[in-house]
């Protein structure tokens, strides 16, 4: 049973690196920004979170490696959403949870963390989020 656990965690954090690894290609940063592309992540994650309803925001989820639920759930408040946020609100609570300048700024983050995101749920899925958008933030997801 304990094989089993550590298995299932390390196929968990395996996953996870992957998906910081691609956020960080697409950028160009090394290994060692890794604070950065885990940054990025976590903040467009719980802005997704905070804006979809309950029950779309757990199935979506659902999709994520475990060690990404952990992180997408943590802080939840699931009785104060879905959260009213347009565009330019989206990515003004990007550049506050994401204290870094990069290239492109809080509009290129979060294209880059949805595109990853994108390439590791069900396109059915991905679609769901997109539809609970408005849609000037939809324009935004790939």
Same mark, same amino acid.
């Given at each position: ?12 954090? %395996?996953? $996870? ?22 940054? &990025? ?14 029950? #779309?925001? &757990? #199935?979506? &989820? *659902?999709?994520?490696? =475990? ?6 759930? @943590?802080?939840?408040?699931? #009785?104060? =959403?879905?959260?009213?946020?347009? /565009? %330019? ?6 550049? *506050?949870?994401?204290?870094? @300048?990069? #290239? ?5 983050? $979060?294209? =880059? ?9 069900? *396109?059915?899925?991905?679609? @769901? =989020? ?5 849609? @000037?933030?939809? /324009?935004?997801?790939?």
């Amino acid at each position: 049973m304990a094989e089993q656990l550590m298995s299932a965690f390390e196929s968990s954090l %395996d996953k $996870t690196n992957v998906i910081l690894k691609e956020i960080e290609s697409e950028y160009g940063w090394p290994p060692e920004r890794r604070n950065q592309s885990y940054a &990025a992540l976590r903040t467009v994650l719980h802005l997704l979170r905070d804006r979809m309803p309950v029950g #779309e925001s &757990a #199935e979506f &989820a *659902q999709q994520l490696p =475990v060690l990404l639920r952990g992180i997408y759930f @943590d802080g939840w408040q699931p #009785e104060n =959403v879905p959260i009213t946020l347009n /565009r %330019d609100d989206f990515l003004y609570e990007v550049r *506050q949870g994401f204290p870094y @300048d990069v #290239e492109g700024g809080p509009q290129r983050v $979060t294209q =880059v963390v949805l595109d990853t995101l994108r390439r590791h749920v069900s *396109q059915g899925e991905w679609q @769901d =989020v997109k539809a609970n958008m408005p849609q @000037d933030l939809a /324009r935004l997801i790939p």
